[in-house]
């Protein structure tokens, strides 16, 4: 079946700029998670979307940064009043969350960067 | 707090070579450990795992074991190939936490023919 997929692949924005990233993730994957990273470096978790809990939004780094998820579907993931530290890869990944399986797939990421 | 530590890179290695990339990890609880591969240009993609202790994890010739003992999980291939080139990364998973994995910074392997 169709992998995690993410859209736009490439975004360029200026500086102070809104932005939305989306994620669409495995049909039945009840999780969805976000990660950035930056160039060079790894993975900084950003908050992770579970069935109906609330969302653990502790990696978030600002509150620029907010993320909302249509039940277990579509998530978007914004970006308010843009700094260009947010450059960096936005990756979204999903998991089945069952049977003691937490394996997440990733998407192919979007790369964010702010001029 | 929980954490991994992965060897730096670039790690530079000639085909048919031996490859070893060291982690190390922190946590409380039991984790589940990932080693995570990046081809250039392409997304992140599960290379293979260990659930619990002495476990061992293999997949297109890489190996790695769970030793709870050492707190490692090291990535070893006995002859790495040019295509074996991406950014490998060691990654942890709490059961009792699912939310989120941690990874580590990442080592960029290149190998030369």
């Known amino acids: 079946g169709a992998g995690v997929s993410q859209s736009p692949s490439n975004k360029v924005t200026e500086k102070g700029k809104d932005v939305e990233l989306r994620c669409d993730p495995i049909?039945?994957?009840?999780?969805l998670y976000w990660y950035r990273q930056r160039l060079g470096q790894g993975l900084e978790f950003l908050i992770y979307?579970?069935?109906?809990?609330?969302?653990?939004k502790s990696g978030l780094p600002s509150d620029r940064f907010s993320a909302e998820r249509t039940g277990e579907s579509v998530s978007t993931l914004t970006i308010q009043r843009t700094q260009q530290e947010d450059s960096a890869v936005y990756l979204c990944a999903s998991s089945l969350q069952r049977g003691g399986s937490y394996e997440q797939y990733f998407g192919p990421g979007t790369r964010l960067t702010v001029t | 707090g929980d954490s991994v530590t992965q060897m730096e890179g670039p790690v530079t290695l000639s085909e048919e070579a031996f490859l070893t990339i060291n982690c190390t990890y922190t946590?409380?609880?039991?984790?589940?450990l990932f080693w995570y591969v990046q081809y250039p240009g392409e997304g992140l993609q599960l290379l293979l795992k260990?659930?619990?202790?002495?476990d061992k994890g293999s997949n297109k010739g890489f190996e790695a074991t769970y030793r709870k003992e050492t707190t490692s999980f090291h990535l070893e291939k006995g002859s790495v190939q040019v295509s074996d080139s991406a950014v490998y990364f060691c990654?942890?998973?709490?059961?009792?936490?699912?939310?989120?994995?941690?990874f580590g910074s990442g080592t960029r392997l290149s190998i030369r023919p």
């Open positions: 979307f579970q069935g109906n809990s609330a969302p653990d």
């Open positions: 049909s039945g994957h009840t999780a």
């Open positions: 946590a409380t609880g039991y984790p589940s």
């Open positions: 990654a942890l998973s709490l059961y009792s936490s699912a939310s989120k994995i941690i």
């Open positions: 260990a659930t619990k202790a002495d």
